[in-house]
């Protein structure tokens, strides 16, 4: 079985900064892509950032210059540098992991998300 287990959600006031961690653990052989979606309260999950298993970044326009995407591939660990945080930003955040088990099937796994507010 993966699981994957995020921390570091909570309330912060506009202007501040979060960092949210995800780290995948269990029958893992290797991991390529991990990312973080988000859903807000009445609409649709969204992409906000991915980073392959090389380090290359891609951002959702409205996290540009604002969020960083990182990740310890040692630690199976993603991470999301969250600044400059905005009302909007307020959501569920859930990160995934395209990955390979132990037993050769991929998997695509999810975090069971977490809640970050941002008080205006």
């Known amino acids: 079985q993966v699981q994957l287990v995020e921390s570091g959600g909570g309330l912060v006031q506009a202007g501040g900064s979060l960092r949210l961690s995800c780290k995948a653990s269990?029958?893992?052989?290797?991991?390529?892509?991990m990312g973080w979606y988000r859903q807000a309260p009445g609409k649709q999950r969204e992409l906000v950032a991915t980073?392959?298993?090389?380090?290359?970044?891609d951002y959702a326009d409205s996290v540009k210059g604002r969020f960083t995407i990182s990740r310890d591939n040692a630690k199976n660990t993603v991470y999301l540098q969250m600044n400059s945080l905005k009302p909007e930003d307020t959501a569920v955040y859930y990160c995934?992991?395209?990955?390979?088990?132990?037993?050769?099937?991929?998997?695509?796994?999810w975090g069971q998300g977490t809640q970050v507010t941002v008080s205006s």
């Open positions: 995934y992991a395209d990955l390979l088990a132990t037993t050769g099937a991929p998997y695509d796994g």
């Open positions: 269990g029958s893992i052989f290797s991991i390529d892509a």
């Open positions: 980073i392959t298993g090389g380090g290359s970044t």
